[in-house]
């Protein structure tokens, strides 16, 4: 294995949609290859260390979520020399597609897999279903999985009315069932928050007992962006790759959230839905005794005034 070139700091921001893909093609090529899934996929590896990332990701997201308009796994070929190989599609597929259900069994029988100490793959939404459907191709893998989807097949999950657009897809045939793909995994963990219901009943299609679900109350529907605002995303990834990831592991990270207003406003609306007055007082209180926050202040004038009345 070698070092991954500097040429990984290039920022791909800015581009066009076709120079962007004809510039990320170019960089993958240097230190490893870009091979086109399809008119709606492609692969991008790049061979460094022993651990790889196996990430899904849509071509929008990349382009949205990260400055330099990079692939995710590139920050960990960047931070920590990881090898990284990113399955890209063009929108929401999820991945239900022949040719990249062929490439993953061209990835099998070449023993792909079996080049690494460790594989994780991970994924968000409609590319955390991937992740975990995928998985089944490297047995022993590591499984880290946001939001995800078990499937949209409409015979289990037709109470799901976000993606009908989507029950048109085939969720029956190979790599399906996204909570049976995991079995060969040796570790998966399922990240969603309890309290956004379609995602909590997606969560418990996935119960296994190699499947640790992490919920994550009010962080909403975008957890993945928040976990990347709060800079967890990559050390929870690094700690996967490393075997050091658990529940436990991840509570210590998680308490960065107390200073995460985002969170702490999730937390305040639903002591109010609630109308738990005298709870979101103590938050209040609690929050502008740390940080400058004016709506917490102003919302603690006004529980003060309505409890003592």
């Not at 399955?87 to 061209?106: E, L, M, P």
């Not at 996967?240 to 207003?261: M, Q």
């Amino acid at each position: 294995m070698q070092d991954a070139p500097n040429i990984f700091n290039t920022p791909l921001s800015g581009l066009s949609e076709v120079e962007w893909a004809t510039r990320l093609a170019q960089i993958s090529n240097i230190n490893g290859y870009f091979k086109a899934l399809g008119p709606e996929h492609f692969a991008s590896f790049t061979e460094a260390d022993p651990i790889l990332l196996v990430t899904f990701e849509t071509m929008q997201g990349i382009r949205a979520l990260d400055e330099e308009a990079q692939p995710m796994g590139w920050e960990m070929v960047k931070a920590l020399n990881w090898s990284h190989l990113g399955i890209v599609s063009n929108g929401d597929t999820w991945f239900r597609d022949d040719n990249v259900y062929a490439y993953f069994d061209s990835l099998v029988d070449d023993g792909f897999f079996e080049d690494f100490e460790t594989v994780v793959f991970y994924g968000a939404g409609p590319c955390g279903y991937a992740a975990a459907a995928f998985s089944v191709a490297a047995p022993g893998s590591t499984v880290v999985c946001i939001q995800p989807q078990a499937t949209l097949n409409p015979t289990i999950a037709g109470w799901d009315d976000r993606f009908t657009d989507a029950r048109r897809l085939d969720f029956t045939s190979r790599y399906g069932y996204a909570p049976d793909m995991l079995d060969a995994a040796e570790r998966a963990f399922v990240l969603y928050d309890p309290f956004v219901t379609l995602d909590a009943m997606h969560a418990a299609l996935f119960t296994r007992p190699n499947v640790t679900k992490l919920p994550l109350r009010h962080m909403g529907e975008t957890i993945q962006t928040h976990l990347m605002e709060m800079q967890l995303l990559y050390r929870l990834l690094a700690r996967a790759g490393i075997n050091k990831l658990s529940h436990a592991s991840f509570a210590k990270l998680f308490r960065v959230r107390r200073d995460y207003p985002p969170y702490l406003r999730n937390l305040l609306a639903r002591t109010d839905v609630e109308e738990r007055n005298f709870l979101g007082q103590l938050l209040c209180q609690n929050v502008t005794s740390r940080m400058k926050a004016p709506k917490f202040a102003r919302r603690l004038r006004d529980l003060q005034s309505a409890l003592a009345s």
